[in-house]
């Protein structure tokens, strides 16, 4: 059996583990553009968990231990790949709850919970990643379990099927067989995964090879409690009604239920199988949602809660998420309906969004992914009842997404990829709609706007059909390498101009810290002689890390 100071210490041995072997795994990445690599956010990601872990007595249960490291997992969650793993380890507290000890089928109904939250939280997965390598293991753990084994041969199976779930990887991902590379993600999984069967197997915990920056400073890091419930802002109805029917033989359609559950409150959810449907919904008659439950089969599990007095008696409890980046609590205006947040570099980007009414700012952006906890954070100091979070990076959209689901307030995160499409949005606002047309309105505004980015090249690579040399200029239209330079002014110029539609009226270059003035000037007059005369070009300092130039062409 798996006690609860095994499971500790097998967290805390895979935290270590990653960290140890974070370079190995960030230079599996095929993409030469600099980013916050894969293996830097899992282990950043993974050392938030330990930080709470290291806290817990030798006699917390396993669902205890889990329950926390899945917790700080979220929170400290930094990147797509961080974001994954934490939904990964949430299997474990949903396998493991109410779990004094664990044993070889709880380990293997972890694993199989931690990847379906996982694939349902990504909109379009993809496999030869990450998420490949764990359904593999899972689905060998759940095999294995005929035989009987116990937790630590069980564990040997999950890392023998997860290494050859790996090596697999770029037989599915052409990307990764031309660079003859495995999946990042999937090797920062298997690493954390053999860190824990050093514990599992009595060899003891991985110890880290260097100190991690802040770690011995664990006491800033506030112990996890819960945020005011499932209040968002302004509870519409006031009772959070949820109960399990047990299916009779002539069950109706359980979308008939759903239906009428959405005529009478919110937050609907029915799921169902071949014998019971799982029912939730926000209501002010629960006695109306049970009336109509019992057409369906026998009612259990049955739970209402007053939401509006679980927030007032919450919320004079709560520890708010932990942050550096200097965010203080603000308690919800009533009188305030919009507040703004934002993931930007550059002091002269973090200007334009404050001239454009975002509150708060998180520093954060290419090759600094923020945490959940950063947004949240950030989120929690602007005191309006609807919050916009601009994420403005392909890798921040998910760790913005989870923090939805911790904020006390309501929260609509906006997919924006670019800085420019942030920018977009903010100009679409307006004060005088609804959030729901807001977010509409301001989607299509971002969704308008062509983007390039001029950088540099991390690494060699060939990737594309590009063979890139490291340090060589990475022209990049709209996410995508566009194409290859040595000429600054050259690159700017064919980028922008690719970039132009029929429709173009307005061009925007936001030149880089690394950029100087007169430079800058020269490219924006190169860019300007080679554009139509009613197109208007302006420059701006944008002071942002990483690229030369953002360009936003609306």
């Known amino acids: 059996m798996i006690t609860g100071q095994m499971l500790r210490d097998a967290f805390i041995s895979g935290a270590n583990e990653i960290s140890n072997q974070r370079q190995r795994v960030d230079a599996l990445n095929v993409f030469p553009v600099p980013d916050g690599d894969t293996g830097t956010n899992m282990s950043m990601s ?19 231990v889990a329950d926390v490291c899945a917790s700080a997992l979220l929170r400290g969650a930094r990147g797509n790949s961080g974001v994954i793993l934490s939904l990964l380890f949430r299997g474990f507290s949903k396998g493991l709850k109410d779990q004094k ?7 293997a109904e972890a694993l199989e919970k931690g990847v379906e939250a996982a694939y349902k939280a990504v909109m379009k997965p993809t496999e030869g990643t990450i998420l490949t390598v764990a359904r593999l293991a899972a689905a060998a753990a759940k095999e294995a379990l005929k035989d009987n084994p116990t937790p630590e041969t069980l564990w040997k199976t999950v890392i023998e099927a997860g290494n050859e779930a790996l090596a697999q990887t770029p037989e599915l991902l052409p990307v990764l067989k031309k660079a003859g590379v495995v999946d990042a993600g999937g090797q920062g999984l298997m690493v954390i995964f053999e860190g824990m ?11 880290p090879q260097e100190a991690q920056a802040g770690a011995g400073n664990s006491d800033s890091i506030h112990p996890d409690k819960n945020a005011a419930g499932e209040y968002e802002g302004e509870i519409t109805f006031t009772y959070c009604t949820e109960f399990i029917i047990l299916k009779k033989e002539d069950c109706g359609d359980p979308q008939e239920l759903r239906a009428y559950l959405e005529t009478i409150g919110d937050c609907v959810v029915v799921v169902d199988d071949a014998d019971i449907i799982k029912t939730h919904v926000h209501t002010d008659n629960p006695g109306l949602a049970l009336q109509k ?9 049955m739970k209402i809660e007053n939401m509006r007095e679980q927030f007032e008696n919450q919320k ?16 919800v205006d009533p009188s305030r309906e919009y507040g703004f ?11 334009l969004f404050e001239d454009l009414g975002v509150d708060n700012i998180v520093s954060g952006g290419q090759t600094m992914n923020p945490s959940t906890d950063d947004i949240l954070s950030a989120v929690h100091a602007t005191p309006a009842k609807t919050v916009f979070v601009l994420p403005n990076n ?7 997404e989870q923090a939805t689901k911790l904020a006390d307030r309501k929260v609509v995160v906006l997919q924006t990829r670019t800085i420019p499409q942030g920018l977009a949005a903010m100009l679409a606002f307006d004060p005088d709609q609804d959030p729901a047309q807001n977010q509409i309105a301001m989607q299509k505004a971002y969704e308008r706007v062509g983007t390039g980015q001029i950088t540099f090249a991390a690494r060699d690579s060939d990737y594309e059909g590009h063979k890139i040399k490291k340090g060589e200029l990475l022209a990049l239209e709209n996410g995508k390498l566009a194409f290859t330079s040595e000429d600054l002014v050259k690159a700017a110029v ?9 429709d173009t009226s307005f061009v925007t270059l936001l030149y880089g810290e690394d950029v100087t003035q007169e430079t800058a000037e020269s490219v924006c007059q190169a860019v300007s002689a080679k554009l139509p005369d009613d197109v208007e070009v302006a420059l701006i300092q944008g002071g942002q890390p990483v690229y030369y130039f953002i360009i936003s062409v609306e």
């Open 316 to 331: 004079k409890k709560v520890v708010q998420a932990v942050s550096n980046q200097g965010f203080q609590y603000a308690v």
């Open 341 to 351: 947040v934002a993931v930007a570099a550059g002091e002269g980007v973090h200007q």
């Open 197 to 207: 069967g050093k514990v599992f197997s009595g060899e003891g915990m991985v110890e």
């Open 293 to 301: 439950a019992l057409e369906f089969g026998m009612l259990t599990n």
């Open 394 to 400: 392909k890798n921040i959209i998910m760790a913005a």
């Open 494 to 502: 064919k980028l922008t101009r690719s970039l132009l539609k029929k």
């Open 46 to 64: 993974a050392s938030n968990a330990k930080r709470e872990l290291t806290r817990l007595a030798d006699d917390a249960t396993v669902s205890q």
């Open 101 to 107: 000890e664990a044993d070889s089928a709880h380990l």
